[in-house]
């Protein structure tokens, strides 16, 4: 018999357990985290029936055969809540509160034509499914309707263009999916989008939240990848052309991108690829004595138009510390060394760095960052701690289930900042944090641009149980008001969903939402579209 766990778990469901380094880390930081919070361990269940009439039901029937509408409690109840950390405590307690009334898996985009057609004109929400990964509460249902999932059947490749070197692909196809498929084309190729979901997110989820993947500073995000797509609203198809670049009004590429299923369903996208040459790859690996001697690296670097690498990470003193001692090097002869040399644990910076493509320009563009790292009390250490992490880089989402198991409240947040602001940013930031109780945050940066980066934090506290709802809405609360008022942006890749919603006007200004406001109301006139407090629209 299916559980909530069956549902909550991240990914393929595997479980996985703390390390005894982890486990001792938690205890030097937290003290005793012996408590536990409830697994989810208990049966599925859930009290709202769907709304839908027989007439309803048997009309989604027709459209996409009755194989593909399905109104049970597993289905209805994984289609209710993606990864957010709220809908994981929701889960874990049994509670259900914005299902959708069916699933359905439409099998073309004929298909999609009909059901928004169908759902528009007797005013049935629609919420857009794809891997199930979001973390901005993108995925409810708080007026009912149908959840419309691409997964089951519009998850192929349609056509590789050598030529021009990108692929079409159906917006249901998981991440490893195509690029497996690219990998095992005759020309070889590669998507050059892995964001840390990559195994359980789809192209679609990619798109329409505007998505970055490890190796963005050098691939760019999606924004930068999408030449074209095939999209279904309220009103109509719209499919875009895949020109390299064109001076026509509007791009309304960049109008889909960032939707977040609020204005119709991507059904296609086509966007660029590369050639696929792992052997051609450049590794380096540096520690730094300071945060600002990292990010100064990173800055050079983008800067100097010498070209850019395609992995380009530092962890900050915290997270470089909590490296150290869950992978057994703290105390160790070469931390030993490092401290000798002055590069002081509470201080010190990992930086990963990898540049693919053609072997010359890779072995070319780490040269020089080598040289602006020395310039910066940057010390080389090698390719094989970036090659390491590159091999479990999708593995620390597994932790999240471990740790909330232990009573851990554990997420992330992301931001954009420019260059002049970071600084100060990640300083209030962890100002924030530390003024918190019993709380550790760990920062890195991710992508980078020649005007400024991500910031990305991470952060785990003891759970305040019976208040472990309310305790985290405050503490994220605040600290997306530090970040905002630091200049930072509310998303640089996560997107924007119902979570930070609230923050849009003050963001973006009156008009600027207005705006926005105009172009739903054009796309969806009847608010069928993910309605219900996403991106501020309603």
């Given at each position: 018999?299916?559980?909530?766990?069956?549902?909550?778990?991240?990914?393929?469901?595997?479980?996985?357990?703390?390390?005894?380094?982890?486990?001792?880390?938690?205890?030097?930081?937290?003290?005793?985290?012996?408590?536990?919070?409830?697994?989810?361990?208990?049966?599925?269940?859930?009290?709202?029936?769907?709304?839908?009439?027989?007439?309803?039901?048997?009309?989604?029937?027709?459209?996409?055969?009755?194989?593909?509408?399905?109104?049970?409690?597993?289905?209805?109840?994984?289609?209710?809540?993606?990864?957010?950390?709220?809908?994981?405590?929701?889960?874990?307690?049994?509670?259900?509160?914005?299902?959708?009334?069916?699933?359905?898996?439409?099998?073309?985009?004929?298909?999609?034509?009909?059901?928004?057609?169908?759902?528009n004109a007797h005013k049935i929400p629609i919420i857009p499914f794809g891997g199930n990964?979001?973390?901005?509460?993108?995925?409810?249902?708080?007026?009912?309707?149908?959840?419309?999932?691409?997964?089951?059947?519009?998850?192929?490749?349609?056509?590789?263009?050598?030529?021009?070197?990108?692929?079409?692909?159906?917006?249901?196809?998981?991440?490893?999916?195509?690029?497996?498929?690219?990998?095992?084309?005759?020309?070889?190729?590669?998507?050059?989008?892995?964001?840390?979901?990559?195994?359980?997110?789809?192209?679609?989820?990619?798109?329409?939240?505007?998505?970055?993947?490890?190796?963005?500073?050098?691939?760019?995000?999606?924004?930068?990848?999408?030449?074209?797509?095939?999209?279904?609203?309220?009103?109509?198809?719209?499919?875009?052309?895949?020109?390299?670049?064109?001076?026509?009004?509007?791009?309304?590429?960049?109008?889909?991108?960032?939707?977040?299923?609020?204005?119709?369903?991507?059904?296609?996208?086509?966007?660029?690829?590369?050639?696929?040459?792992?052997?051609?790859?450049?590794?380096?690996?540096?520690?730094?004595?300071?945060?600002?001697?990292?990010?100064?690296?990173?800055?050079?670097?983008?800067?100097?138009?010498?070209?850019?690498?395609?992995?380009?990470?530092?962890?900050?003193?915290?997270?470089?510390?909590?490296?150290?001692?869950?992978?057994?090097?703290?105390?160790?002869?070469?931390?030993?060394?490092?401290?000798?040399?002055?590069?002081?644990?509470?201080?010190?910076?990992?930086?990963?760095?990898?540049?693919?493509?053609?072997?010359?320009?890779?072995?070319?563009?780490?040269?020089?960052?080598?040289?602006?790292?020395?310039?910066?009390?940057?010390?080389?250490?090698?390719?094989?701690?970036?090659?390491?992490?590159?091999?479990?880089?999708?593995?620390?989402?597994?932790?999240?289930?471990?740790?909330?198991?232990?009573?851990?409240?554990?997420?992330?947040?992301?931001?954009?900042?420019?260059?002049?602001?970071?600084?100060?940013?990640?300083?209030?930031?962890?100002?924030?944090?530390?003024?918190?109780?019993?709380?550790?945050?760990?920062?890195?940066?991710?992508?980078?641009?020649?005007?400024?980066?991500?910031?990305?934090?991470?952060?785990?506290?003891?759970?305040?149980?019976?208040?472990?709802?309310?305790?985290?809405?405050?503490?994220?609360?605040?600290?997306?008001?530090?970040?905002?008022?630091?200049?930072?942006?509310?998303?640089?890749?996560?997107?924007?969903?119902?979570?930070?919603?609230?923050?849009?006007?003050?963001?973006?200004?009156?008009?600027?939402?207005?705006?926005?406001?105009?172009?739903?109301?054009?796309?969806?006139?009847?608010?069928?579209?993910?309605?219900?407090?996403?991106?501020?629209?309603?």
């Amino acid at each position: 018999m299916n559980s909530f766990r069956d549902i909550l778990k991240w990914g393929d469901k595997r479980e996985q357990t703390l390390e005894a380094s982890m486990t001792k880390m938690l205890h030097t930081r937290f003290g005793d985290v012996a408590s536990s919070y409830p697994k989810g361990d208990i049966p599925l269940n859930i009290t709202k029936p769907s709304a839908l009439t027989q007439d309803q039901v048997l009309a989604l029937f027709d459209i996409v055969g009755a194989e593909n509408v399905n109104t049970e409690p597993y289905a209805r109840i994984t289609h209710s809540y993606g990864k957010y950390y709220t809908d994981l405590l929701y889960m874990r307690n049994g509670v259900v509160t914005n299902p959708p009334d069916a699933v359905v898996y439409p099998r073309t985009h004929t298909d999609v034509v009909k059901l928004i057609a169908y759902c528009n004109a007797h005013k049935i929400p629609i919420i857009p499914f794809g891997g199930n990964s979001s973390v901005t509460r993108g995925l409810e249902a708080p007026l009912g309707g149908i959840s419309v999932d691409l997964t089951r059947h519009l998850n192929k490749v349609v056509y590789i263009n050598i030529t021009n070197q990108t692929v079409t692909v159906q917006a249901g196809m998981y991440g490893p999916a195509l690029e497996k498929a690219l990998n095992e084309h005759a020309e070889g190729y590669t998507c050059g989008h892995f964001p840390q979901s990559f195994e359980f997110s789809t192209v679609g989820g990619w798109a329409v939240t505007k998505g970055a993947g490890q190796m963005s500073t050098g691939y760019g995000k999606m924004e930068d990848m999408v030449l074209g797509l095939k999209v279904v609203t309220p009103v109509g198809e719209i499919e875009t052309k895949d020109f390299p670049r064109s001076a026509q009004g509007w791009d309304l590429n960049h109008t889909f991108l960032g939707s977040e299923g609020t204005l119709g369903i991507v059904t296609e996208v086509t966007m660029k690829i590369r050639k696929f040459r792992p052997k051609n790859t450049s590794f380096a690996s540096f520690v730094f004595k300071s945060f600002d001697d990292a990010v100064n690296t990173m800055r050079i670097t983008m800067q100097s138009e010498f070209g850019f690498p395609h992995l380009f990470r530092i962890s900050d003193p915290e997270e470089t510390d909590i490296a150290f001692k869950t992978k057994g090097f703290d105390e160790s002869f070469g931390d030993k060394v490092l401290q000798t040399l002055g590069y002081k644990s509470g201080k010190r910076c990992l930086m990963f760095v990898a540049c693919e493509g053609d072997a010359a320009h890779a072995r070319f563009v780490i040269r020089k960052i080598k040289g602006i790292a020395s310039g910066n009390n940057g010390l080389h250490i090698g390719g094989k701690p970036t090659r390491k992490w590159l091999e479990q880089r999708y593995e620390s989402a597994y932790l999240r289930d471990p740790l909330m198991d232990k009573g851990i409240m554990t997420d992330t947040l992301e931001t954009a900042v420019s260059w002049a602001n970071l600084s100060g940013l990640w300083k209030n930031a962890r100002a924030y944090a530390e003024a918190q109780p019993n709380t550790l945050m760990m920062v890195h940066i991710s992508h980078v641009y020649e005007n400024g980066a991500n910031l990305y934090f991470t952060f785990l506290s003891p759970m305040q149980m019976g208040n472990e709802y309310d305790s985290y809405i405050l503490f994220h609360k605040g600290l997306v008001d530090t970040l905002v008022k630091s200049g930072g942006s509310l998303s640089h890749h996560h997107g924007v969903g119902r979570v930070m919603a609230p923050w849009m006007q003050e963001v973006l200004g009156k008009n600027y939402l207005d705006a926005l406001k105009a172009i739903k109301l054009h796309f969806d006139p009847n608010n069928i579209m993910n309605p219900g407090q996403m991106l501020g629209l309603d």
